[in-house]
């Protein structure tokens, strides 16, 4: 038999091997440890490696291993989205505003997952602060699509998905304010989650749009990321904004199939624009699943022409305030010969932000301005209640909603980064659900001519996790067999 | 030209909770800079605010002690600005839907009352302090201060003085400190008032251009703000000036103000909701339930104490002056069935003792229990007026009861009449030479044989009782 690639493992499979004790917890971390230095100067997908500290935990996990008392999790590598706090380790933003912030506090999400004894292999790219949908707009370096190294992994938890379809780690935590890990997710051909607002706790979470961000996981299998959630989600006494839900096994839900489930498809998600061959890919997987049982059928939802406009000016006047602590005060970069306050905050903003982050906090500031206020913020919120009335109305109808997750399978590195419009108007399938808190899993559907991977989204009502993972979870089995 | 003066207020109040408004912090005054903070105070990245539920509930409180309506759906905004003291570059408040609407406060001055209208009471963070070198070298940070629960008062431009401005701050202290949700110590910093001021000509209607002055920390600054600024305002119209719509700063060392910002420069604060914080809602029956959990306020039982409790105005006013007299107060006199003379303990006995040892109401040793006791004591003839003082002060000093310390002292005044007649008996045998002086006549003596008698029996009887028994023996020798 030849030997066994331990990165090629999913967590559930990785997880089986170490009950039963075929591996060990340190020697799995070993052979990503290596993958990471032998592949990741291709794939550029991590900031920082935390190999001292992964191959503690992984001898701590071997420890609980051995006691018996491992959970699901336990021995498993990961890597976490460079925007989520682990105290002690380095937390850039894949910004030069933070190149040298080291949080003081772990992140509840992070905290969760290595408490359940997962293996922190390292902190992931990511574009700048979250904002932008190709990696591209990092400080410090372009991480590549592992399915073709002249493309972009998508974004902004590009370096998230990216080290997982590389196999540069079992699961990762990425965070979604407007797709940030569904788009990746589909661009790198992985399972991404985005969790209704509330369920995992923001604390921790470098802040973007408050209103719209999530931490989700990021991993190869539907169940693999149902795992993860079962160890993120749940009331946080530090989020004010975080849900007490009732106990649930959401890995236990995704073998429930689709027989009888009621699929809604919004008109609106295949209409001009989208990619033939995402078309066909995700009009397939409506088949797949009427050959399940399920009953699938199209719908009006005039209002989502609105979610990307929306969405940039609520998620942008988020960003201008939450952004404003960056001061060169307290921490992260400080302009040097500054003669005044005013000087020191502004050069330092100029300096330490890039392009992507000046242009949203100018949106942003300029959108909540007197004067300027009701025509943008304002009415941005008043479309954002109509989006949620329209998916509440849908669903009375249907269990969950199907889309697209991105209009177009990855492009090149360069090819619309110098054109924000375009780059911003490729979210338009994803926004929505953020606008509405909504859960949506991305899930793979198929592959174009160039064999790039294809993503089909399964939105779901608000806490309709087990909902979605297992209708991910029905097309998956369908598709791989 | 004569001109009458427009003013509103802006009151500043720091709640005083235990933690801070968004994590937990403490609260408390002074101590090391930046001993009181954590990730949440500073606004390292990431970290999330946590409503702090007293908090809220406080503020409601003061609201009710203000005679505000209550929203039962309230929100919190974020009012954005740059600057050093203020870590998150926005500052947690509320925009327009403050927890507290449309009360007001009724002061009452020369005899008149005038009722000044509360146009809202919101809630938000305290901000931190700057520290200058004072050689503008360089400024240091001290966040202590950040996340401390602030209620902003903001009346309308109801009052017409400095000394209408004086009154109402005063009833507005001594509301809250009633309510229990402020210490209020100007001088510390937990009440800080920002005061606008406008002039316009006797007999017009129209209201001048309004200047802002900010942080005032005194009674004192604020009455010399008001005269100031006013006296300004009226000679720059005289003198066929415009007064300029501007923020100024009060300098209490110098008596005057300068101009700091004006309205041009005025900070556009971009509110908007803030996301991190879910709005909050109440019922009615909440609010009432914090509504019953209010102490009397201090006009109520000033219309008590005044009225049925029978003691002047001005006494009522001293005790009330603090909620711990108050309440010692109100415990006495409920007891002893002795408004005015539990009053009259407090005001002349008590406060006095105060005075003499440096202490505060909120220290004194004992409650309003034991003073009652003390009072129906004496109204019961079980001790003289004079032995109650005694007794008084040595309930300062132990732990005892005043019939205690009564009855340990030997203070407890001897009832029967045939024990006081047998010492009064003696004391007249001891001083023959001055009853017979007072048998020929002399009636000066009388006062002197009452001395003796009074200090034979130290003060332990009552004086009338002692009179009335050397009155019947003296007649006695006479017939």
């Not at chain 1, 100067?41 to 991590?46: E, H, K, P, R």
């Not at chain 1, 080290?163 to 051909?189: E, H, K, M």
């Not at chain 2, 010399?224 to 923020?247: M, P």
């Not at chain 2, 001083?431 to 009636?443: C, F, Q, R």
Request: with cysteine.
């Amino acid at each position: 038999m030849a030997a066994l690639d331990m990165t090629k493992l999913t967590i559930k499979s990785a997880h089986d091997l170490l009950a039963k004790k075929e591996i060990g917890a340190v020697e799995l971390t070993e052979a990503f440890l290596d993958r990471i230095t032998a592949v990741d100067s291709d794939v550029c997908a991590y900031l920082t490696v935390c190999a001292e500290l992964a191959l503690k935990q992984a001898g701590e996990a071997q420890k609980a291993i051995d006691a018996g008392s491992g959970g699901m999790l336990c021995g498993i590598p990961v890597s976490i989205k460079d925007n989520i706090c682990i105290e002690g380790v380095r937390t850039t933003c894949a910004s030069k505003m933070l190149e040298n912030f080291i949080p003081p506090y772990t992140a509840t999400a992070a905290g969760r997952v290595m408490d359940a004894g997962a293996v922190v292999l390292g902190k992931v790219n990511m574009d700048e602060f979250a904002m932008g949908g190709s990696t591209e707009t990092s400080y410090y370096k372009k991480t590549k699509n592992p399915h073709d190294l002249s493309r972009v992994p998508g974004g902004s938890s590009g370096g998230s998905a990216a080290s997982v379809a590389a196999n540069l780690a079992l699961g990762s935590l990425g965070s979604d304010t407007g797709g940030s890990i569904r788009q990746p997710a589909a661009f790198c051909g992985v399972v991404g989650l985005k969790p209704t607002y509330g369920l995992v706790s923001r604390y921790g979470l470098v802040a973007f749009a408050s209103s719209l961000d999530q931490i989700g996981p990021v991993a190869k299998t539907v169940e693999d990321s149902a795992i993860l959630l079962d160890v993120i989600g749940g009331k946080d006494q530090y989020d004010g904004t975080s849900i007490e839900v009732p106990e649930t096994s959401y890995a236990a839900s995704v073998n429930a199939g689709v027989k009888g489930l009621k699929i809604g498809i919004p008109r609106q998600y295949l209409a001009s624009g989208l990619d033939e061959a995402v078309k066909s890919a995700v009009l397939n997987a409506v088949r797949e699943y009427e050959a399940l049982g399920a009953v699938a059928e199209e719908f009006d939802m005039p209002s989502l022409k609105h979610a990307v406009p929306a969405y940039y000016l609520i998620s942008s006047a988020e960003a201008s305030s939450n952004l404003s602590r960056y001061d060169g005060i307290k921490y992260g970069f400080r302009a040097d010969g500054c003669e005044s306050y005013g000087e020191l905050v502004s050069k330092t903003r100029a300096q330490g932000f890039g392009r992507e982050v000046k242009r949203r906090i100018l949106l942003g500031t300029y959108a909540l301005a007197s004067g300027y206020y009701d025509a943008y913020y304002k009415k941005a919120l008043q479309i954002r209640t109509l989006i949620r009335r329209e998916f509440e109305r849908a669903f009375e109808k249907y269990d969950v909603l199907i889309s697209p997750t991105t209009p177009t399978t990855a492009y090149k590195i360069g090819e619309n980064i110098q054109n924000p419009l375009t780059m911003y108007l490729a979210d338009i399938y994803t926004v929505a659900v953020n606008i509405a808190g909504l859960p949506a899993i991305s899930v793979p559907c198929g592959a174009d001519e160039n064999k790039l991977p294809i993503g089909l989204s399964v939105i779901g009502r608000p806490f309709g996790e087990a909902d979605i993972l297992k209708t991910a979870a029905a097309l998956e089995r369908a598709l791989c067999g | 030209m004569p001109y009458l003066p427009t003013i509103g207020l802006e009151i500043h109040v720091e709640l005083s909770t235990g933690s801070k408004l968004f994590c937990g912090c403490p609260v408390s005054f002074g101590g090391e800079p930046n001993s009181r903070c954590c990730p949440v105070c500073t606004s390292v990245p990431g970290t999330l605010p946590v409503l702090n539920r007293a908090a809220v509930q406080y503020a409601i409180k003061a609201g009710l002690a203000l005679n505000c309506e209550i929203g039962l759906f309230s929100k919190f905004d974020r009012k954005n600005y740059f600057y050093p003291d203020l870590p998150k570059a926005y500052q947690i408040s509320q925009f327009d839907l403050p927890f507290c609407l449309d009360g007001y406060v009724d002061i009452e001055l020369n005899g008149e009352q005038k009722r000044i209208r509360i146009e809202r009471i919101h809630l938000e963070e305290d901000a931190g302090k700057l520290v200058h070198d004072g050689l503008d070298k360089y400024s240091l940070a001290d966040y202590n201060r950040c996340g401390v629960p602030l209620i902003e008062i903001v009346t309308k431009p109801d009052i017409a003085s400095a000394q209408e401005a004086k009154a109402f701050v005063e009833k507005v202290r001594l509301c809250l400190l009633y309510a229990g949700v402020s210490d209020c110590k100007m001088e510390e910093g937990s009440m800080r008032v920002d005061v606008n001021t406008s002039v316009r000509p006797v007999g017009t209607d129209e209201l001048g251009t309004r200047t802002e002055m900010k942080n005032l920390n005194s009674i004192r600054s604020i009455v010399r703000c008001i005269e100031s600024e006013t006296a300004r305002q009226a000679s720059v119209l005289d003198s066929g000036g415009r007064v300029v719509q501007e923020t100024r700063r009060w300098d209490d060392n110098k008596g005057e103000s300068r101009a700091m910002r004006s309205k041009e420069n005025a900070h556009d604060y971009r509110y908007f909701p803030e996301p991190d914080i879910i709005p909050a809602e109440f019922t009615q029956e909440q609010i009432e339930a914090l509504r019953a959990s209010l102490p009397k306020m201090p006009h109520e039982r000033y219309l008590e104490y005044t009225g049925k409790m029978g003691l002047p105005g001005s006494d009522a006013n001293q005790i009330l002056e603090s909620v711990a007299l108050a309440d010692i107060f109100e415990d006495a006199a409920a007891i002893s069935a002795n408004p005015r003379t539990s009053a009259s303990l407090i005001i002349v006995e008590i406060l006095r003792r105060l005075n003499d040892m440096g202490l505060s109401p909120e220290q004194i040793p004992f409650d309003g229990a034991a003073l009652g006791k003390l009072v129906k004591m004496m109204d019961e003839r079980q001790i003289t007026a004079n032995n109650a003082k005694k007794v008084l002060t040595l309930m300062f000093e132990t732990k005892d009861s005043p019939d205690k310390i009564a009855k340990d002292n030997g203070f407890a005044v001897i009832s029967d009449v045939a024990g006081i007649k047998s010492v009064v008996s003696d004391i007249l045998k001891q001083n023959e030479k001055a009853v017979g002086e007072y048998l020929a006549g002399n009636a000066k003596t009388f006062g002197f044989l009452m001395g003796q008698c009074v200090g034979a029996l130290s003060g332990r009887a009552d004086p009338q009782v002692v009179r009335a028994v050397l009155q019947e023996l003296l007649q006695k020798g006479q017939d």
